[in-house]
């Protein structure tokens, strides 16, 4: 079993070859490719942590699609002085297929 474990949109994922991962907003085009820094890749029972070794691994990923995630709604309220806000976020994001681990 191969896989990986790379830093992406301010988070780290275990990834192996064929996952679908979604991240924070990467830029690029469906169908296009993009290169996701290593962090650790095992690789059977062999580990390589050694930044020297990982900076030769290259993880290889094809966006699918954009997608926004669910709408969180924030409120805020203080007692006796009538403020309250109200706001709403949602989060952009990519999905990406991995291709390759080499």
């Known amino acids: 079993m191969v896989y990986a474990i790379v830093r992406a949109g301010g988070r ?11 991240l924070n907003r990467v830029a ?7 290169e996701l820094p290593v962090l650790l890749l095992v690789d059977g029972e062999k580990v ?4 020297a ?7 290889t990923a094809e966006i699918l699609n954009d ?6 709604v924030i409120q805020k309220f203080k007692n006796k002085t ?3 806000k109200r ?15 080499k």
Not at 12 to 22: A, C, I, L, P, Y
Not at 28 to 34: D, L, W
Not at 48 to 51: C, D, H, K, S
């Open 67 to 72: 997608l926004r995630g669910p709408k969180i």
């Open 12 to 22: 780290q994922e275990k990834v192996s070859v064929g996952d679908f991962v979604t």
């Open 82 to 84: 009538g403020y309250k």
């Open 87 to 101: 706001q709403g976020h949602r989060q952009e994001l990519t999905k990406v297929k991995i291709t390759g681990i």
């Open 53 to 59: 070794d990982l900076a030769k691994v290259t993880v």
């Open 48 to 51: 390589t942590a050694a930044a």
């Open 28 to 34: 690029g085009g469906a169908g296009s490719t993009i």
